[in-house]
């Protein structure tokens, strides 16, 4: 009898160096092996063994159905599947790990084909976790946006399946509610492992690597978080941040409308891409180029959009243009300037501008430390 005729591609692919070397017994651990991961792959687990397929199979809503459990036969078909499973690592595959053995041709094929029986089944199963069904909860309409919502979904993605479940968001981002999936994004990202998180800055990367429409730079600026804006190719980031800035320094905003009129795309930027931007001191000098200038619009743009996100990403280390604007500003008694720094400070008694600008209040009665009340 031809093994290879009669058996999965896949299954004689994993074992075929050793068979056709005719070590038998390794041979079956190479099929037992390729078992292990087919039920790792479709159920998300990382588990080994008994304690694996308990998992998989075990339990009043196993992560894999042989059936539908509604009959008891059924149930008991389900019963007896994971107890023969657990039999065989048991008897078959735990033996041949610890100990040698020297299994001949004959009882190699047996249990070859008993492994290939086995996983015709499991690929036939159902699996508890499906990502097509788990992704309209995501994308559903009446998603809640909160932290507690998000942690409760993603607590119900098989570990092995979150980074596919990450991709699948990223790549189908215009489709959905953008704030929604920020919120559950965020949530999700953080369950990752540091590799994991390279996978899916990866795709990410890809997506913004020829991106020109507006559409597609400002999802992912929205839904990536902007602490993870680094592990972006550096090629991609440099053209994205270059496009930003170019897309501020056109920024303009009327204060009678109350509406922005250029620079759509640069409002999406959040403090801490600024933090990650690779070129901060290129950007502050910008910002300050607009607050001094004549033109109202540029200046509102900067001052809506912007100034209190110069001022979180200067507190602890100043930039030299920035510190000279507010020292003038506040030398000047430019009231924009002094109730900027107001706000700033006044709460807190160790922020460094208490410091810098040490001269500039002696002579500002109006900016002092307040004392919260709790």
């Known amino acids: 009898m031809d093994l290879k005729a009669n058996i999965e591609h896949d299954l004689w692919e994993a074992i075929k160096k050793n068979y056709e070397n005719e070590s038998f017994s390794s041979s079956i651990l190479d099929a037992i092996h390729l078992l292990t991961e087919t039920i790792r792959n479709k159920t998300g687990l990382e588990g080994d063994g008994n304690s694996l397929i308990g998992q998989a199979l075990g339990g009043s809503d196993p992560r894999l159905k042989i059936n539908n459990l509604q009959t008891e036969s059924e149930k008991n078909i389900q019963r007896g599947i994971q107890d023969i499973l657990k039999g065989f690592y048991t008897a078959i ?153 170019k897309d501020v320094r056109n920024g303009r905003y009327n204060r009678i409308s109350k509406k922005c009129i250029t620079g759509f795309l640069g409002t999406w930027i959040e403090t801490e891409h600024l933090f990650n931007f690779e070129n901060l001191s290129e950007w502050n000098g910008m910002f300050v180029l607009k607050l001094e200038g004549s033109d109202d619009e540029e200046k509102a743009y900067i001052e809506k959009y912007f100034l209190s996100k110069i001022c979180e990403v200067n507190r602890d280390n100043i930039d030299f243009d920035f510190m000279l604007y507010i020292r003038v500003g506040l030398e000047e008694n430019d009231e924009k300037i002094i109730e900027l720094v107001r706000r700033q400070i006044q709460y807190d008694e160790l922020h460094p501008w208490w410091d810098i600008f040490e001269e500039e209040l002696k002579g500002l009665p109006q900016i002092e430390y307040v004392e919260l009340p709790f």
Not at 108 to 122: G, P
Not at 217 to 223: A, K, N, Q
């Open 93 to 245: 595959r735990n033996p041949r790990s610890h100990d040698k053995f020297n299994d001949s041709k004959e009882e190699a094929d047996s249990l070859i084909h008993f492994i290939n029986y086995l996983l015709k089944m499991i690929d036939k199963s159902k699996r508890n976790f499906e990502e097509s069904t788990f992704l309209r909860s995501v994308f559903d309409e009446y998603f809640v946006r909160t932290e507690e919502y998000s942690n409760l979904l993603v607590n119900e993605i098989p570990k092995r399946k979150r980074v596919d479940i990450a991709i699948s968001i990223i790549l189908q981002r215009k489709t959905g509610d953008i704030s929604n999936l920020s919120c559950f994004f965020k949530i999700l990202i953080d369950a990752l492992e540091e590799n994991e998180i390279y996978q899916v800055y990866k795709v990410i990367s890809d997506q913004l690597k020829y991106a020109s429409e507006e559409e597609e730079i400002r999802t992912i600026l929205h839904i990536a978080p902007p602490k993870y804006w680094d592990k972006i190719d550096k090629v991609v980031r440099l053209r994205i941040e270059d496009m930003l800035l």
